[in-house]
């Protein structure tokens, strides 16, 4: 890269701000963006970020040609640059270090005409998902993105290490599950109507029996009309899914789960929660036993707290809100009236009219961050369930056959990115916590 | 689970087949499903597949109540048991260990009226397909989703280990980027039209700009009318792309990443490659560097072995075999006619009629495995090659405020987890490389 703009001077090595802390006392070159410019008499303090980190540089005019610091001082936000110089050890700088400018080549200096457009002043919502493109440069959405980056390895870690394998389920699928009404249709080849997918469950079920712990995580899509703030269409799942497990078992492998992940955030992700102002102490709690309770006691829970609810009905963001207020960690609420949940819920042995399931209920109002359950494992039963939903007895042939072949007790859950992500940053609104969120009036950038 | 079936006896030790070397003379009980059957006398000998592994064991006659033997002795194919008994470490059995069996429960018998439909027989591709959700638990294609699960495991943990930050790019994007032709078009609430992703680099490099390396890694569309062994409509693809970095550099990160994946394979999943019947001494020859040429040379060379190729033209399938015909390893061709690529390629500086593009072509006739190259980064030359391509201004201008607000010269490549994993398996279509193939006529189960 000798002749392109950005090549360092010759024998200096290129580094990342990160990587700091093992040059001090060298001489290197970052390769970054101008985040911010303090002047003071003959001195400039340009602030450079290169998205591992920031540096503050010390450009001293006397050291260096006049074009090079003039260049320097008159450099506008984000403009991008290249500088070279010693590292020094500076516990009052950003990051821990500061760099004496040696030399600086400007890549792009952003015009005063055309400047960038996100200011530290205060900007509309609208306005700054607008430049989602650039907004992503800010601190607060790097840390969310950061934080997101680490949940999704954290789950992975997770799942690879405790003997689960990996078995992606199809994002096109032929059959509507559960109605058509918050299904994404698409036009395939014109021959046929295919969806997208709401949730890999069914086929995990099929790879739960080929493997025995499996599961998928991708994109999983919503036409739901909703406006809230827990709302994406688009959005990412993680869903496990086990040979020979019952609830319990599905209960435990939950909690230890987000348990296991809500550490690691608080071990690898400091940092970040701090530039997110995030009171981590409301994560420090967050440790196993989970209260868990069932439907039942739950309802009762709410009754006295002076909710609405009565029993058979659904939870609602408030209720929610309400069952964790006196808990400071995730609340389990199981067995959930049959008719609130999907036909595959496995029955309650003592009472059928209940169903296998249970939710996970973040606290300080995150509501729920996991679903699952039991499944049903019997054929006759199943048959049965899909008669009674009205479903297309011909497009699940495929799915009771895990009912014919082999059927075991089984179970699993999904799990959504962005509400754990959002938790875990303490942020009001999932939109924050995909890098392009994609919402009822928001498709774009 | 005490009084589900599929518990244990009181007191033993559920374990998985894959952890048997670490109960070598303990009692333990698994929990699976039959392979197989072998019988000789008052011995049964069931072949037990739990997923993790294959575990042969051993049932005496007389050591077993007769309704248990007996039971064994009749069971069929992919009937679902638990067998508890003590681990026995046996060089002969497959595995390398036999279960000597105290007890047993038969969780279901399949039905010999509606047996398991897969049989050691040959079966058709088409029926194989039909019942993907059962075949996956034969030996070679859980081979292959193993490997699968490899290959996507040490693509995530190579770019965490060499400073990327994952930021996910949306599957629904707003407008067409290279016509309409080949996207999948989904109805967005009867508002308007958006379209299934084709690729996350235009988003990648918004993020390149905010976080200086960084990848997405998620499934990407195609509605390509194509048949061919090598086409799914909906396949995986892993893009990093890269802030200050040429088409020198990204080929060198492109070839580590190439050669850390066979080499891990061969390291993690030698079995696997076993049950594949693999030839590893194609992979293992598989290291840095790897032969570069020109598209100027690949011509030629081509020429040279009879392809009806003419400067400017594409390669075919045929062509990329001929190119690695005569090497044991991907070979790298770059700077391809800037017409037969995309509009965003930033063109060589001496003949600007070629891209500063790259491909990597795997060997043995596994095509083109890996595409990228360096990016325009100077705004003039982009939008002067957006009118030159008919594209919608509008649409693009967030991807011009990136060439607006500290431009740097950048890229990156994009990589189908498909194609590698056919490579690295050796299939010879890429339908076995992903658990539930999505092709033109294909979209069930």
Not at 259 to 266: C, E, M, S
Not at 334 to 351: H, L, M, N, T, V
Not at 354 to 373: C, Q, R, S, W
């Amino acid at each position: 890269m000798s002749n392109e703009p950005g090549a360092p001077a010759l024998g200096t090595k290129i580094i990342r701000i990160s990587e700091a802390h093992e040059h001090v006392g060298k001489t290197v070159t970052i390769q970054g963006w101008l985040y911010n410019l303090r002047k003071s008499g003959k001195i400039v303090f340009p602030i450079i970020r290169d998205g591992s980190g920031m540096m503050q540089c010390v450009a001293v005019k006397n050291n260096l040609p006049e074009t090079v610091f003039e260049a320097l001082k008159g450099l506008t936000q984000e403009s991008s640059l290249t500088v070279t110089g010693t590292i020094r050890a500076e516990a009052r700088a950003i990051g821990g270090f500061e760099l004496d400018v040696a030399e600086a080549q400007i890549i792009q200096h952003v015009s005063e005409e055309h400047p960038y457009p996100i200011t530290p002043k205060e900007h509309g919502v609208d306005f700054l998902m607008d430049h989602r493109h650039l907004w992503l440069r800010s601190r607060r959405q790097h840390a969310a993105i950061r934080v997101r980056h680490e949940v999704i390895k954290g789950i992975r870690d997770y799942f690879d290490s405790h003997g689960f394998t990996l078995v992606d389920t199809p994002i096109f699928t032929p059959a509507a599950c559960e109605g058509t009404t918050t299904l994404f249709e698409v036009d395939y080849f014109g021959e046929e109507k295919v969806y997208l997918t709401q949730s890999g469950q069914l086929y995990n079920e099929a790879n739960a029996m080929a493997f025995g712990k499996v599961y998928c995580f991708g994109p999983t899509f919503r036409a739901e009309k909703s406006k809230t703030r827990r709302h994406l269409t688009e959005f990412w799942m993680v869903e496990p899914e086990m040979a020979y497990a019952d609830l319990e078992e599905i209960k435990r492998v939950a909690e230890d789960l987000v348990v296991h992940l809500v550490g690691r955030i608080l071990e690898n992700r400091r940092e970040e929660l701090k530039e997110l102002e995030r009171d981590t102490s409301k994560l420090e709690s967050v440790k196993a036993p989970f209260p868990r309770m069932s439907y039942d006691d739950a309802v009762k829970l709410l009754e006295s707290k002076g909710s609405e609810i009565q029993w058979g009905g659904d939870f609602g963001n408030t209720d929610e809100t309400l069952l964790t207020q006196d808990f400071d960690r995730p609340v389990m609420v199981d067995r959930y009236p049959a008719a609130i949940k999907a036909f595959y819920f496995q029955p309650d042995e003592q009472r059928p009219e209940l169903a296998l399931g249970v939710d996970v209920i973040a606290p300080e109002g995150y509501g729920e961050i996991i679903g699952g359950g039991q499944r049903i494992h019997d054929l006759a039963l199943l048959e049965k369930r899909l008669a009674e939903h009205n479903l297309p007895r011909e497009a699940f042939e495929w799915y009771l056959d895990l009912r014919r072949f082999g059927t075991v007790p089984h179970g699993g859950f999904g799990m959504g990115v962005e509400r754990f992500v959002a938790w875990m940053c303490g942020l009001e609104h999932v939109r924050e916590t995909i890098p392009y969120p994609r919402m009822l009036y928001r498709t774009r950038p």
